[in-house]
C-alpha cells in the first residue's frame, strides 16, 4: 500500500535465514523514516511492522535467557524447527500441518514447549523494540502532535487442535486482535462493541481522498468490503473473517454478530459459539435448528457467491449438516 509520497512504510528487511526481518531492524528503519517525516517538514503516516511473532519464530538469545527459556531443549528440536520453514512455500499451511502433525508424541510435547517459549520471546523482542521505537520518536519530537494507532494482525496457533500457524481457521484464536489509539491529549475511553481491521483506515483517515493501492492477493475479497470510523458501525454488525482461500486448505469464513460467532468451513464442518461465555470459542455449540444458526447461516450463504467470484478454481462448497445452500 502507499500514500503517493506521503507513505512511509518500515518493511521487515528479509536478511535472517527466519525470513522476516527482526525486530530491532525494524526499530532501526522506522526511527530513520521518522527523520524523513520530520526532514519534509509536512505531516506523513508511518507505519511500522514488527513480525516477530509470526511464524517462522526466531528470537534472539537475549530473549530466551530474559524469560528463563535460555537452556538446552530435551530433545533435539531441528526436525520441527525445519517443519515451520515450509510456512514461506506456497502451500505453507499444508506442509506446516503435516510436518509438525507428522512427530511422535513426545517430539509434539517438545514442538509445542519449543513454539510456545519461542513465541513468548519473540512478543518478549518486540516488546523492548517498540519501547525503543517509542523513545527514538519522542526525542524527535514526533509525538507530540500524532495520533498513534496500535493494533496486532492476527493471532498464533501453537498447535491447539493440531494446528499451527496462523490462516488455517476463522476463529477466534487466529482472529481476535488487539488495537488502541493514542496521542498526548486524547480523551480516554473504550470501544466494546464487535469491530475489525476494516475499520482502522476510516477511523484515521478519509479512505475517499487517500491513494492506497491495494495489494494483489487481498483485491478479490476486499471488493465491496469497507469500514466504518470507530463507533459508527450500526449497531448489530455483521464482522466476517475469513481464512485458507488459495492458500492450499480448505477455506473457511465465520460471522460474528454481538456475541455469537458462526464458523463455516467449505467442505461441510460448521462450529457455532458463544463468545460471551467461550470468548476463546472452544465449545461447539451448533445446533442447526437454533434460530440464531439460522440468522448467522443467511449471512455466510448470501455471501459464498463473492467468495467463489474471488478466488477461481475454488471448488463448489458443500452444505453443512441440517443446513442448505
Same mark, same amino acid.
Given at each position: 500500500m502507499r500514500r503517493n509520497d506521503e507513505y512511509v512504510y518500515a518493511a521487515p528487511s528479509f536478511t535472517r535465514p527466519a525470513v522476516f526481518g527482526p525486530a530491532d531492524e525494524v526499530t532501526d528503519t522506522g526511527l530513520a523514516l521518522g527523520q524523513q517525516c520530520l526532514d519534509q517538514g509536512r *505531516?506523513?503516516?508511518?507505519?511500522?511492522?514488527?513480525?516477530?511473532?509470526?511464524? /517462522?519464530?526466531a528470537p534472539p538469545q537475549q530473549d530466551l535467557d530474559a524469560l528463563g527459556f535460555g537452556g538446552p531443549m530435551p530433545v533435539d528440536v531441528s526436525k520441527f524447527i525445519d517443519a515451520t520453514l515450509f510456512i514461506t512455500q506456497d502451500n505453507g499451511l499444508v506442509e506446516i500441518h503435516e510436518g509438525l502433525n507428522a512427530l511422535s508424541d513426545d517430539d509434539r510435547v517438545a514442538a509445542e514447549l519449543w513454539m510456545g517459549r519461542?513465541?513468548?520471546?519473540?512478543?518478549?523482542?518486540?516488546?523492548?523494540?517498540?519501547?525503543?521505537?517509542?523513545?527514538?520518536?519522542?526525542?524527535?519530537?514526533?509525538?507530540?502532535?500524532?495520533?498513534?494507532?496500535?493494533?496486532?494482525?492476527?493471532?498464533?496457533?501453537?498447535?491447539?487442535?493440531?494446528?499451527?500457524?496462523?490462516?488455517?481457521?476463522?476463529?477466534?484464536?487466529?482472529?481476535?486482535?488487539?488495537?488502541?489509539?493514542?496521542?498526548?491529549?486524547?480523551?480516554?475511553?473504550?470501544?466494546?462493541h464487535p469491530t475489525g481491521l476494516i475499520d482502522l483506515l476510516p477511523s484515521i483517515t478519509d479512505p475517499a481522498v487517500v491513494d492506497f493501492e491495494t495489494p494483489a492477493w487481498w483485491s478479490g475479497f476486499a471488493?465491496?468490503?469497507?469500514?466504518? /470510523?470507530?463507533?459508527?458501525?450500526?449497531?448489530?454488525?455483521?464482522?466476517?473473517?475469513?481464512?485458507?482461500?488459495?492458500?492450499?486448505?480448505?477455506?473457511?469464513?465465520?460471522?460474528?454478530?454481538?456475541?455469537?460467532?458462526?464458523?463455516?468451513?467449505?467442505?461441510?464442518?460448521?462450529?457455532?459459539?458463544?463468545?460471551?461465555?467461550?470468548?476463546?470459542?472452544?465449545?461447539?455449540?451448533?445446533?442447526?435448528?437454533? /434460530?440464531?444458526?439460522?440468522?448467522?447461516?443467511?449471512?455466510?450463504?448470501?455471501?459464498?457467491?463473492?467468495?467463489?467470484?474471488?478466488?477461481?478454481?475454488? *471448488?463448489?462448497?458443500?452444505? /453443512? *449438516?441440517?443446513l442448505s445452500l
Open positions: *505531516p506523513c503516516l508511518l507505519h511500522v511492522h514488527y513480525m516477530d511473532t509470526h511464524l /517462522p519464530l519461542s513465541y513468548a520471546a519473540s512478543l518478549h523482542f518486540a516488546d523492548r523494540e517498540i519501547a525503543r521505537l517509542w523513545a527514538g520518536l519522542d526525542a524527535l519530537g514526533l509525538l507530540d502532535d500524532t495520533l498513534v494507532a496500535f493494533f496486532t494482525d492476527h493471532g498464533e496457533r501453537l498447535g491447539e487442535d493440531g494446528l499451527w500457524g496462523h490462516g488455517s481457521r476463522a476463529s477466534a484464536i487466529e482472529q481476535d486482535v488487539v488495537g488502541f489509539f493514542w496521542a498526548r491529549d486524547i480523551v480516554p475511553g473504550a470501544h466494546a471488493e465491496g468490503i469497507t469500514g466504518s /470510523p470507530l463507533g459508527e458501525a450500526e449497531e448489530g454488525r455483521p464482522v466476517f473473517g475469513y481464512a485458507s482461500f488459495g492458500a492450499g486448505a480448505d477455506g473457511n469464513v465465520s460471522v460474528r454478530v454481538a456475541d455469537r460467532t458462526l464458523v463455516y468451513t467449505w467442505s461441510g464442518q460448521i462450529e457455532f459459539f458463544h463468545d460471551d461465555v467461550d470468548p476463546t470459542e472452544r465449545q461447539d455449540r451448533f445446533d442447526a435448528s437454533d /434460530p440464531e444458526v439460522a440468522a448467522l447461516w443467511d449471512l455466510i450463504r448470501a455471501d459464498i457467491p463473492r467468495i467463489r467470484a474471488a478466488v477461481p478454481g475454488l *471448488p463448489p462448497p458443500l452444505a /453443512p *449438516p441440517g
